[in-house]
């Protein structure tokens, strides 16, 4: 049998980080000129943070294998930007937004295919991974084209940006990661997956 502590301890991880993006993007919405002056530093240390969490959450191997499987490459990009963004604010603050309007409209197109893994699959609530990833994607990419070209509507789509996001990475790990007690060895648990998906 093998240990569920990693998959739970991802889990875990994802969601306090989905809470902390959620937070943030409601600041940012509700506080653009407060927040705006730290929003590198801030951002870069939440990046970070999530990318540690999304490269343990990779190897976590889960039963279902279905949200993390992009984690690895997401993982090390975010820490790498978080770490560069919070000690090096200056050098990400003229496109800030359009950096992690990219990143967000990434993460959206990756969660639409694996909400089509997940129906696939026979998850049964793949449909609300479908629709938040929709947003997102939508979100991120207003974030990236800026359309009025103000300062303080950037602020309030990058918190709506921040906002989406939490909540799609929240909707994924509670959706599609499944924890079983005494899970078996990952040949065996490919077997018992592919078992559930033809009941």
Sequence with gaps: MRSVTPMRAAKTGYIIMSAVMICLGFLMIAMPDTMAPAVCTVLGIAAAAFGAVKILSYFSKDLFRLAFQHDLAEGILLVVLGVTGAVRPELFAGFIGALFG??????????????????????SKWWLIL?????TGITGFFLIIDPLGSAAVAAVILGAALLTEG????????????????QLPDSDDRITAEAIHHV
């Design 102 to 123: 990219v990143c967000i409209l990434a993460d959206g197109l990756l969660k639409i295919q694996i909400a089509a893994d997940a129906r696939v699959f026979g998850v």
């Design 131 to 135: 629709a938040a990833a929709v947003v």
């Design 167 to 182: 909540i799609l990475n929240l909707i994924t790990v509670l959706v599609a990661v499944k924890i079983v007690k005494n």
